[in-house]
Structures are given as C-alpha cells and as structure tokens.
C-alpha cells in the first residue's frame, strides 16, 4: 500500500483517539466539572506512565523490527515473539508498582477505586500491539476497528455518564475502550504472526527494547509526567486546566504523527536499499507538510484561544487559556523534532543519541518543575514541557546536520513563515468585531482554511504532493456535486 493510502489510514487512526475526545469532552467537561476532570486524569497519568514503562521502546523498536522482516514469516515470528515476551515482563513489573503505590500513598489510596480500574488499562495495553500492524503497514484494519470501538464508547458515554457522581463509570469506560480494542487487535494478529515461546531470542532484541524505552521514559518526563506533577504539587482544578488546554495540541500534533508512523517503516527501507536520494527527498516533504500544517493552526489557536476553551469546555475553564496559548507552539516545535528522531535518528540506527537528547530534556523538565509549578500551576506546566521539548529539537537538530542536507536549507522555514505572517492581522480583526465569539471562531476558521489552501495552490508546482492531494480533493467534491 502506498505512502498517501497509508497516511489517510493513519490519519484517520490516530484521529480516532483525539476527535473522539473531542466529541465527547464538551458533554464530559460541563458533567463532572473542572475538578473530577482533574482526578480522573491525575489518576490516568500515573496509569499511562506505567504504561509507558511497560512498553518502553517497542512502539519505535516493535515497528523497525517488523518493517524489516514482514518479508519472512519465521524472522517475523521470533521478533514478535521477542518483543510481546519483554512487553509482558515488564508490564508485570508496572502492575505491581500501580499495586503497591495504591497501598503505600495516600492520595491514591483515596482513590484506589480509580487505581483499580486503571489496571485493566495497563494489562489490556500489553495486547494491543499496535505496533505489529504499523510496522506491516495493515493501517486499514487497525483503522476501521478504531472507530467501530470508538463511536460505541462515545454513545456509551453519552448514555451512562450522566452526573458528577459518575467519575468511576466515565473512567471504566474510558479504560474498557482499550481492553477491547487489544482483544480484536490480538485476536486478528494470528493472521500474521505465531506467539510461541519457542520463538523467544532476547538477546538481539532486550538492547533496543530498553536504550529505545529509556528515551520513551524519559521523554515522559515532561509530557506524561507533568500531569502527575502537577496533581501533586497542586490541586486537581489546575490539572483540569492543564488537560483542558493540551487536548487541543494532541488532536492536530495527532495528525502529523500519523504521518511520521507511516514515514517510519517507509525510511528505514529506503536507507536499508540505500536510496539516499529519495531519502532527503522525503525528508523535505515532511519539513513541508509540517509547516502549511503547524503554522495557520498555532497562529489562529493563539488568537482564538478564549473562543476555543469557552467553546470546548463552558465556563469555569478561563484558567485553561494561557496554557493552550503557550502549549500551542509545540505542534511546530515537536513536528520537527518528531521529523529529525522519528524520521532519521531512529532508521539511522542512532539510538544513543537519542537517549542522551532525551535525558538532557528530562533534566531540565524535572528542575522546572521543581522550580516553578507549584507557584504557577497550569501555566508552569505548560512551561516546563515548551521548554524541555524545545531543548530536545535544538539537540536533535544539532546531532541531524551533518546526516541530512535539508536540515541546512533555511529558506523553507523562511519563506514558509513569511507566507502566513498576513493572516495574523486579518484573525486578530475578526477576533475584536463585536460579534458572538461562536461565530467569530467559525469565520476565523474559515478565513484561515482558505488561506492556507490558496498559499497551497499558488505556492506549490504542479506534481508536488501537497498540490496533488488538493487538487484531487477539489476533483472529488466537484463530482460529488
């Protein structure tokens, strides 16, 4: 399957676990009010942390690992069963961590129901294996699954999560999305796999599993972690304020990651065949992608923020405003950093560096917290994590320059920007007309959706990639008419 099927598969998977919320969230923000919403994802980030543990580097090695060997059935075999072995011991190892902090602290022993509940999160995740149908690039199943588990939890929502009261079913049901999506997902995976113990070497694959998780750890430390921090250090209203303005930011970077998930198998055959050009070329593609794509969303969510959390969540929610504005600019800052790891770093094998990139992050997250989120909260975390993923794609820019020519061509970065520096004052306008802020925010978009396709349109040749999914999408609509 080609590169632009494989991105609308993934596009339209990793859409499901951000849209979806998206959906729902409204109905959930105005229901159990800004402090369960607090608790429960305090609660949901020290279960995703453990989660993390468990996985540790197989969402990046598992995907390499396969891509590499989908060719030969019995090669295949023994790295799935390699993986899925270590997956297991080490999920093992999180659950009884999860046990003994819900016995041993406090304030997750008040809310051991919530801990207990987490737990089937944490064991269903370890048969998920998501990473099996990425790295064979069977995008469609995972895809067309997604979405039928999806749409029955947002009508489960809907119907049983219907007072503040409701907390432990809103998370139960959030929890049993994912035990379900790993039943079909491993139940399917027989097709293409045999899990055997026979099958077991961990000695070619524990060294990547952990240098790889260690990295995914790390860098945690100031996604993940913040949230448990933050509950920690303050109080559940500043981590629904937290929540509240990073849901945002995960539905659009969601998007572009989609597109790093299909790149990732696809670059590390290029460079296994030792196409070097077609390599740099689609790491100029990316850089392209990213930047129509990041720059009108940071510009019109910067303005629009106000609009967009009164929108999203209801009153009650101001708290949130600041930190979406300054989270925002992560989805540029993170969509290259995911291009120069994901896309270069990880093919290339360059495992070290990565982990020593992540590990200078870590730190500096660590001491921001320490240093500033009890005092401003919300706004501190989203501090602590702009400035940790920025030092993160200053570092891997700096490992990447020698590696990859299209790193040093700083006019596409140049000229991208200056395209879109018009829109800014025509949105700033739109925002201050005395209208209804629900129809400011919609001629916003609009305005910035045209935008962006005319800079598109006049802005590429034709038989470049971003002109061609355009103008096939114009096609499509006109005969649809």
């Given at each position: ?15 499901t ?7 729902i969230y ?26 993390l543990?468990s996985?540790m580097?197989?969402?990046?090695i ?11 059935r ?23 961590i ?6 041993t ?33 069977n ?5 067309v699954?997604?979405i ?23 998370y ?76 945002l ?16 198998p696809?670059?590390?055959s290029l460079l ?21 794509f990041?720059?009108p969303?940071?510009?019109?969510t ?5 609009e ?18 300054i ?13 120069m ?6 093919p ?25 989120v ?8 989203s501090?602590?994590?702009?400035c ?15 590696i ?22 025509i ?16 001629i916003?978009?609009a ?35």
């Amino acid at each position: 399957m080609g590169i632009k099927k494989n991105f609308f598969y993934s596009v339209g998977l990793t859409g499901t676990n951000y849209i979806f919320p998206l959906i729902i969230y409204p109905y959930i923000s105005r229901v159990l009010g800004v402090d369960n919403i607090g608790l429960v994802n305090f609660i949901d980030s020290i279960i995703n942390y453990m989660v993390l543990f468990s996985m540790m580097g197989i969402s990046v090695i598992g995907i390499r690992e396969v891509a590499a060997s989908k060719t030969d059935r019995k090669k295949l075999n023994t790295v799935f069963s390699s993986l899925f072995t270590l997956n297991a011991i080490a999920t093992f190892i999180a659950v009884a961590i999860v046990i003994t902090l819900t016995l041993t602290v406090t304030q997750l022993r008040e809310n051991s129901h919530l801990m207990w509940i987490g737990v089937f999160k944490l064991i269903g995740n370890l048969f998920l294996i998501e990473w099996l149908y990425n790295g064979l690039e069977n995008f469609k199943f995972i895809t067309v699954r997604s979405i039928i588990v999806k749409s029955a939890y947002a009508i489960s929502i809907f119907l049983l999560v219907r007072a503040q009261s409701d907390i432990a079913i809103y998370y139960l049901l959030t929890c049993l999305m994912t035990v379900l999506n790993a039943t079909i997902n491993f139940s399917y995976s027989r097709h293409f796999v045999t899990l055997s113990i026979h099958n077991v070497n961990l000695r070619s694959t524990w060294k990547p599993f952990l240098t790889a998780g260690s990295y995914m750890i790390l860098t945690s430390l100031y996604t993940t972690l913040n949230t448990t921090f933050l509950g920690f250090a303050t109080n559940d209203t500043e981590v629904g304020y937290y929540y509240t303005a990073t849901r945002l930011y995960y539905i659009f970077s969601g998007i572009y990651t989609a597109f790093t998930n299909v790149m990732l198998p696809r670059m590390s055959s290029l460079l296994s065949s030792g196409k070097e050009e077609e390599f740099s070329e689609k790491i100029r593609l990316s850089y392209e992608i990213l930047l129509t794509f990041a720059l009108p969303i940071i510009i019109g969510t910067f303005i629009f923020a106000p609009e967009i959390i009164h929108i999203l969540s209801g009153t009650g929610y101001a708290g949130a405003i600041i930190p979406l504005r300054i989270t925002i600019p992560l989805i540029l800052i993170i969509g290259c950093e995911q291009i120069m790891v994901i896309q270069i770093l990880i093919p290339m094998k360059q495992d070290k560096t990565i982990l020593i990139n992540s590990g200078i992050g870590a730190s500096i997250s660590v001491i921001l917290n320490f240093l500033i989120v009890k005092q401003l909260g919300a706004i501190g975390s989203s501090i602590t994590w702009a400035c940790s993923e920025f030092a993160i794609m200053v570092l891997s820019f700096i490992a990447v320059r020698h590696i990859a020519p299209i790193i040093k061509d700083y006019r596409l970065f140049l000229f991208s920007t200056l395209k879109f520096i018009p829109l800014i004052p025509i949105l700033v306008l739109i925002s201050k007309l005395p209208i209804n802020y629900i129809l400011s925010l919609t001629i916003g978009i609009a305005i910035t959706i045209c935008y962006t396709i005319i800079i598109i349109w006049k802005g590429s040749p034709s038989g470049h990639p971003l002109n061609d999914i355009l103008r096939s999408a114009i096609s499509k609509l006109q005969k649809n008419q």
